[in-house]
């Protein structure tokens, strides 16, 4: 008989102790899905009452009808997040989150792809000021302009799924901060030289406009970032490549030059096309009258285009008065006439002189 007074007084012993144990807010506990409510779920995980899941607790995610078989069950055993610890009052039941946990299991992730500088996919969703908003494991992060293969956000981006670097995670400071340029450079360094081993000059390739700055466009080649120099883009004069050429466009370009040891590759748009100062060289001569449009005007003259992709110079000292400032004269888009003065296609010069209008003669390209 004392044996069995001692188990008993042995077992209540055991469940007291379980019943005091401290459940705090971050703990990870794990339970067992026992009941569904309208607004929640309860969970048992050896409190004195079950603890509540609140089903905005459980997913970021829209659910209709409050159907959330897709994340849990009842009978399900899972490991939760505790919200909110047990109050005073029997009704202050402990708080669940499931959403909470999966979103500090991404953070971790995250820290371990940063440590191992492991490469990350992630979904670009918002352009926002400097840069672009992206989703990674149901966090949100930010990736600047500066970390951009682009060097700047376009509205094609979006949602599109970009391989990203981590460059600061900080659960606790909410701050995901993420580089495309260091996945990209490290790519391309995997691939660069099989890339360019299989390239030859002169050769027609296809690729997409990656990034755009003041001296030229960038190319993807098979992954390999090609140079269009400005100078390269048109045989017109252009103010700035974005001119011609938008980010994320589809272009065939011919390879001008292969540096294999610098790894780099030049590229040129316009010699997709005839050579217009090839065309023209039967078409005028010297001392010939033509009508062209003025396309920009310097301090020192106007240049003139007087036929598709060629432009001449209409020196200040050529003008009507000489040396008088060419901006009090033309405007961009004034058609005008001009003599030909002197005429020399091979070296793409063509220098032009004022004239008293007399159409007769005159040609108008």
């Known amino acids: 008989m004392a044996n069995t007074v001692n188990e008993q007084d042995e077992f209540v012993k055991l469940l007291e102790e379980s019943y005091n144990y401290k459940f705090s807010v971050a703990d990870v506990v794990k339970g067992i899905v026992i009941k569904q409510e309208n607004d929640g779920f309860l969970v048992d995980i050896g409190a004195k009452t ?65 440590f191992n500088n492991e490469t990350i996919n992630a979904k670009v969703v918002q352009i926002v000021r400097g840069g672009v908003i992206v989703e990674v494991s149901d966090l949100r992060g930010f990736v600047p302009a500066s970390q951009l293969r682009t060097g700047a956000p376009f509205d094609g981006l979006i949602n599109q799924e970009i391989e990203v670097k981590v460059l600061e995670a900080d659960a606790k ?31 027609v390739v296809k690729g997409k406009v990656v990034r755009i700055a003041d001296f030229g466009g960038f190319i993807d080649i098979n992954g390999v970032d090609g140079l269009l120099p400005i100078s390269e883009i048109s ?61 920009k005007v310097t301090s020192f003259g106007a240049f003139i285009n007087i036929y598709p992709g060629v432009e001449a110079l209409l020196p200040s000292a050529e003008m009507e008065p000489a040396n008088a400032n060419p901006f009090n004269i033309y405007n961009v888009g004034d058609e005008v006439e001009v003599l030909i003065k002197k005429f020399t296609p091979q070296e793409h010069r063509i220098a032009l002189s004022w004239r008293p209008t007399d159409t007769s003669t005159a040609t108008t390209w």
Not at 82 to 100: A, M, P, Q, T
Not at 176 to 193: C, G, K, M, N, T
Not at 256 to 276: A, E, H, V, Y
């Open 235 to 295: 045989w017109q004069r252009i103010k700035h490549p974005s001119d011609v050429i938008s980010l994320g466009e589809e272009l065939e370009v011919k390879i001008l030059k292969i540096d294999t040891d610098m790894k780099r590759i030049s590229l040129s748009l316009k010699r997709m096309g005839d050579n217009p100062w090839e065309s023209i060289e039967n078409e005028f001569k010297e001392g010939q009258i033509i009508k062209g449009t003025v396309n």
């Open 50 to 114: 079950e603890a509540f899941l609140p089903n905005k607790e459980i997913t970021n995610n829209q659910v209709n009808d409050r159907d959330y078989s897709e994340y849990l069950t009842i009978n399900d055993v899972k490991e939760f997040y505790i919200l909110r610890e047990e109050g005073d009052d029997e009704n202050d039941r402990i708080i669940l989150s499931l959403k909470k946990l999966s979103c500090a299991k991404a953070w971790q992730e995250l820290q371990n792809a940063k």
């Open 173 to 203: 400071r909410n701050k995901l901060i993420l580089s495309q340029r260091q996945a990209v450079a490290e790519q391309r360094e995997l691939v660069v030289d099989e890339i360019i081993s299989n390239l030859e000059i002169g050769s």
